[in-house]
Antibody
């Protein structure tokens, strides 16, 4: 059964870079059927899509975050990663990695990691 | 950019009652691209409905989705205690982007 697990520092200082990794287990990360993405939820707010990546490395970002976000992939480790530069308190959130399906009549995020909390504070 | 507006913000109902949640888009959305998620405290969101009306794997049939164009609805026919949660609609947009609504909380009355 496919599982996603986020890992990374839970505390980041303002102006520094937030870095998270998602490890995919239980299925082929290099499947051509899926994209892989990052979602976040700030405290008391809704869900926000950050960006997505294909196993080949093609990336797509939320326009509101694009200037500060980089998503990369390491297929040899079945991992993909998120970096957010120049963080502020507004980047404090629960971060999820997800599997995206976009084919035929099935468009959605069908597998989610358990989430990891990142706090931006000095 | 398409904006999804969910209503009401909070729905107070009793177990056994019917819940009707609305998701309105600022522009026409293909039904294929409209999904619904459930989020319970301490848990990751779970995909309930894709393609506006198709239930995801393992989702009970008391959950149903409907709608087209700019107006979509998630209906829970008879609320079970485990259904009290926050529900989000989501649309897949051009250039491989995703947008979520702000959520509707279904709480116990």
């Amino acid at each position: 059964q496919l599982q996603l697990r986020e890992s990374g520092p839970g505390l980041v200082k303002p102006s520094e870079t937030l870095s998270l990794t998602c490890t995919v287990s239980g299925d082929s990360f290099s499947s051509t059927s899926y994209y892989w993405g990052w979602i976040r939820q700030p405290p008391g707010k809704g869900l926000e899509w950050i960006g997505s990546i294909y196993y080949s490395g093609s990336t797509y970002y939320n326009p509101s975050l694009k200037s500060r976000v980089t998503i990369s992939v390491d297929t040899s480790k079945n991992q993909f990663s998120l970096k957010v530069n120049s963080v502020t308190a507004a980047d404090t959130a629960l971060y999820y990695c997800v599997r995206e399906i976009t084919r035929g009549y099935y468009y959605g995020m069908d597998v989610w990691g358990q989430g990891t909390t990142v706090t931006v504070s000095s | 950019e398409i904006v999804l507006t969910q209503s009401p913000g909070t729905l107070s109902l009793s177990p056994g009652e019917r819940a009707t949640l609305s998701c309105r888009a600022s522009q026409i959305v293909s039904s294929t691209y409209l999904a619904w998620y459930q989020r319970k405290p301490g848990q990751a969101p779970r995909l309930l409905i894709y393609g506006a009306s198709s239930r995801a794997s393992g989702i009970p049939d008391r959950f149903s989705g409907s709608g087209s164009g700019t107006d979509f609805t998630l209906t829970i026919s008879r609320l079970e205690p485990e259904d009290f949660a926050v529900y989000y609609c989501q649309q897949y947009g051009g250039s491989r982007t995703w947008t979520f609504g702000q959520g509707t909380k279904v709480e116990i009355k």
